[in-house]
């Protein structure tokens, strides 16, 4: 099946312990992303990727970091994690170019920072 | 200004009933706009896409419009069911970038 998958789904954390949200698709797609979404203010891009070690700040990138050793996979990295960054977080995935490709989206991790 | 705003923010629906959700966007030049459905706590799941030369575009109950001139577009939800309690999302793509802008969302709720 076609997914693009997060873990974990739930964590709780403390303020300046750092994490890693690990991101993994199948379906070989080029570009990788990452969203916040917070009540009110919808999704908003933290990092993206077009590509394997090519990767790119999106609107909200501040306190975060990424990486993109393989195509499969994009870690978004919180190396000191504040109460600010408590949200919900999606990875996505798509093909690169003009087409009218869609997202896949992965089910979301839900972050608690205290 | 957000790119993409859309209206109502919420609305509570009767099942059975219709509704119709509305999306302006500002995004210049148009690729495509697509419509997402976000269950609570869940990933956005793409229900339609329509690019520059397309006005309209079904999936089962939805129903997608599009007026690439005026820059508007409008999502109808027929014979509304429970499971249709989520929040519909706007998302529009220039053309040459990859970025996307997306809406806040239509928070939809459908009570028996």
């Known amino acids: 099946e076609a997914q693009v998958t997060q873990n974990p789904r739930y964590l709780i954390t403390v303020t300046g312990k750092k994490l890693t949200v690990t991101c993994s698709q199948n379906m070989n797609h080029e570009y990788m992303s990452w969203y916040r979404q917070d009540p009110g203010l919808g999704l908003r891009q933290i990092y993206y990727?077009?590509?394997?070690?090519?990767?790119d700040k999106g609107d909200v990138p501040e306190g975060y970091k990424v990486s993109r050793k393989e195509k499969r996979n994009f870690p978004l990295i919180l190396e000191s994690p504040s109460p600010n960054q408590t949200s919900l977080y999606f990875c996505a995935s798509r093909p690169l170019g003009q087409g009218a490709y869609g997202y896949t989206f992965g089910s979301g991790t839900r972050l608690t920072v205290v | 200004k957000n790119q993409v705003e859309q209206s109502p923010q919420s609305l509570i629906i009767l099942e059975g009933k219709n509704c119709t959700l509305q999306c302006n966007y500002t995004v210049s030049p148009f690729s495509n706009l697509r419509w997402y459905k976000q269950d609570t706590g869940r990933g956005p799941v793409s229900l339609t896409i329509m690019t520059f030369s397309e006005n309209t575009k079904s999936n089962g109950r939805y129903t997608a419009t599009l007026d690439a001139d005026t820059k508007q577009s409008s999502l109808h939800i027929t014979a509304s069911q429970l499971s249709d309690s989520a929040s519909y999302i706007c998302v529009v793509r220039a053309y040459g970038n990859n970025r996307l802008a997306f809406g806040k969302g239509n928070q939809v709720v459908v009570i028996p």
């Open positions: 990727s077009m590509n394997v070690e090519v990767t």
